[in-house]
């Protein structure tokens, strides 16, 4: 299977374009004039202050938020108003949420095998197989009968990271995935990432873990009022930030 | 070792000799207040000179055996009249000889309800779920008869009870994924289906089911085809489809909004296409928050079905009504009549009732 994310190594190949992409929420100008390119198996770490638009740029990335004026190539894809064209991008983006969002009404099994099941027509024992895989990677193969209420908030991290695992991604999307758990929990979903990210899967993670961002990130993005306002390697990043607003929100959250 | 001391817990004391007791609780939920006190003793008195009577005339001097008016002879209620006529209650004027037909259907309906509690998911998805979408077909097939090659029964016959429970059944059935599609279009960003769905919502809700049954038996056949006669009980159920389709549009629209917007992104973020979408994962979670409402829908469709005796449809009270006007009856049976039809739509609605709270109390603790 060429989908085992180990076989993918960095390319010099781009998978995602942004050009002079803006968007506005009525009057609000919400991304101002966005460019930003990823190379295959880079991986990216998004901070800023809070309402700065992390989250809405990379939403616009699976195409959660739509924007008015700019282009947007995801893996040779233009995310253009077709409806295919968005069930593609979807299936190649994988996107882990703030609160998880797992689904309620069914088990871990079923959550992971869902997609694979009925987006790409794989056969149940299958989809089984390969959700048990992921579940082992990110141990917990011993929740899969359970429902996500029974989960504790890192574990149930977890099983989301897995469940869009299960699609074979090519690009994984992550809103701040670790800041609705407890200190305790942090650590069990960083952990994961970290072996994802080892493994060269293409990552944009909005997150404020400065750990994280240091140990796994090639690239640092500070984003604030709507703007890409610096980005840089994480050592360079953090030593000898360029803008006056990128070392005012450093030291905000370095002190904190 | 000898220095240890054995633990030894001190004894139990009994509670504050003010917290337990029937008198406390006498205390406490009788007589708390001087007006609370008042109040217990008046209701007390009033129940004190009402109920001998009462009991007496339900149970102590009731006339309970014999099979014409004549048996009533003591001055209590006469039952004899409920069990005389009993068959005509459930039944109506179905054939005696073929009641086991509206029996197997009332019988099927129960074992599908039952079903349903006692297996597990993927048996519901794929078994229960379209038995329950052919019972009205099937059990309009044996209630005829004519499609099986049984002895042909003209619906005018069907009536009582049965016709009640097996109506209201057939129209939840039907009107469940009917108001569901049009709580969809409501929602719908295409104006043509959100405008359809909200005249058609608001207006089965707006309008007296009393009117939608007039409109119905008048109405509905302007819009069948020349030449062609609808069967007055099939107007009749299309009228209460629609009725309760509203409502249930209604109940599903309050399920929506507790849907958070993460499970719609979570699973527009796998790639799974709107009914996909909509029927793996909204769906199942709008039918758990809405339980409790759904079922107080169904309960009051299945009482909204004693409306059919103005439009002449021979459900219970109907019947009843015709019991109380044979000429062999005069005697004044109304109080009888009516209590029995009273106590035997209570002790349905309350099921459902019990029901829905068992049901909700295994939502809860199901996949929590
Ligand atoms: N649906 C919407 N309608 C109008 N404004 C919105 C909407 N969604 C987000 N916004 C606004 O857009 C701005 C950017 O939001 P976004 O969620 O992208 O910020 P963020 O950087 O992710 O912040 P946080 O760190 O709080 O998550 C905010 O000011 C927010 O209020
Ligand atoms: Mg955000």
Not at chain 1, 2 to 19: A, G, M
Not at chain 2, 132 to 156: H, Q, W
Request: proline fraction near 5%; glycine fraction near 6%; include cysteine.
């Amino acid at each position: 299977m060429t989908n085992n994310p180990v076989n993918r190594l960095k390319t010099d190949e781009e998978i995602i374009t942004i050009s002079g992409l803006n968007k506005w929420y009525g009057d609000f100008h919400v991304l101002k004039d966005i460019d930003l390119t990823v190379k295959q198996g880079e991986r990216i770490v998004i901070c800023g202050p809070s309402g700065s638009g992390k989250s809405t740029l990379i939403r616009c990335i699976n195409r959660l938020e739509e924007f008015q004026q700019g282009s947007l190539v995801v893996d040779g894809t233009e995310l253009i108003e077709d409806v295919k064209n968005i069930e593609t991008v979807r299936r190649e983006v994988g996107m882990v949420f703030q609160h998880f969002n797992l689904f309620p009404h069914l088990s871990i099994l079923e959550n992971l095998t869902l997609g694979p099941i009925w987006v790409q027509k794989m056969p149940k024992a299958e989809a089984e197989a390969v959700a048990m895989k992921y579940l082992e990677r990110v141990k917990i193969p011993d929740q899969a009968n359970k429902y996500p209420g029974q989960l504790s908030g890192g574990q149930q991290q977890r099983v989301a990271i897995a469940r869009s695992l299960c699609m074979s991604p090519k690009i994984m999307l992550f809103d701040e995935p670790t800041s609705a758990l407890d200190p305790e929990m942090i650590k069990e979903v960083l952990d994961v990432m970290i072996e994802l990210a080892e493994e060269g899967m293409t990552m944009l993670c909005v997150t404020h873990e400065m750990g994280f961002a240091k140990k796994v990130a090639d690239r640092v993005i500070f984003m604030d009022a709507g703007e890409i306002v610096e980005q840089n390697t994480p050592h360079e990043f953090f030593d000898s930030p360029q803008v006056d607003r990128t070392q005012q929100f450093l030291q905000q959250i370095l002190n904190h | 070792m000898n220095k240890l001391q054995t633990f030894t817990p001190s004894p139990a004391r009994p509670a504050p000799e003010n917290t337990v007791g029937p008198a406390v609780w006498l205390k406490n939920n009788l007589f708390s207040t001087p007006l609370d006190t008042v109040a217990t003793l008046l209701l007390g008195y009033i129940l004190l000179t009402i109920l001998p009577g009462v009991i007496d005339w339900l149970f102590l001097s009731a006339n309970w055996t014999g099979d014409s008016q004549d048996a009533c002879v003591n001055d209590g209620a006469c039952w004899v009249f409920v069990s005389a006529w009993s068959q005509q209650f459930f039944y109506g004027s179905y054939p005696t000889d073929e009641l086991w037909r509206v029996n197997l259907s009332i019988a099927m309906l129960v074992v599908i309800i039952a079903a349903s509690y006692q297996f597990e998911k993927g048996v519901r998805e794929k078994i229960i779920i379209p038995l329950f979408l052919l019972l009205p077909v099937i059990s309009i097939a044996i209630l005829d008869g004519s499609y099986l090659g049984l002895e042909r029964v003209s619906t005018d016959l069907w009536g009582g009870f049965s016709l009640n429970v097996l109506l209201a059944a057939a129209s939840i059935i039907v009107a469940f994924p009917l108001g569901f599609i049009w709580a969809l279009g409501r929602r719908s960003h295409m104006p043509f289906a959100r405008s359809i769905s909200i005249i058609l919502i608001e207006f089965f809700r707006g309008v007296p089911v009393l009117a939608l049954f007039f409109m119905g038996s008048v109405m509905l056949p302007l819009f069948f085809p020349e030449g062609t006669s609808v069967d007055k009980l099939v107007r009749v159920w299309i009228v209460l489809i629609l009725f309760m389709a509203g409502y249930m549009a209604e109940v599903f629209r309050g399920g929506f909004n507790a849907i958070p917007q993460g499970q719609y992104e979570a699973a527009d973020s796998l790639g799974l296409s709107y009914w996909q979408k909509t029927v793996l994962i909204i769906l199942p979670q709008v039918i758990k928050v809405s339980m409790p409402n759904i079922l107080a829908t169904f309960v009051m469709l299945f009482k909204n079905t004693t409306f059919l005796l103005i439009i002449g449809i021979f459900e219970m009270l109907s019947t009843t009504q015709t019991a109380l006007s044979n000429s062999r009856w005069l005697g004044g049976h109304a109080e009888e009549g009516y209590i029995f039809v009273a106590v035997v739509f209570w002790t349905v609605c309350f099921s459902m009732s019990m029901i829905a709270t068992n049901i909700e109390r295994k939502l809860n603790t199901d996949h929590q």
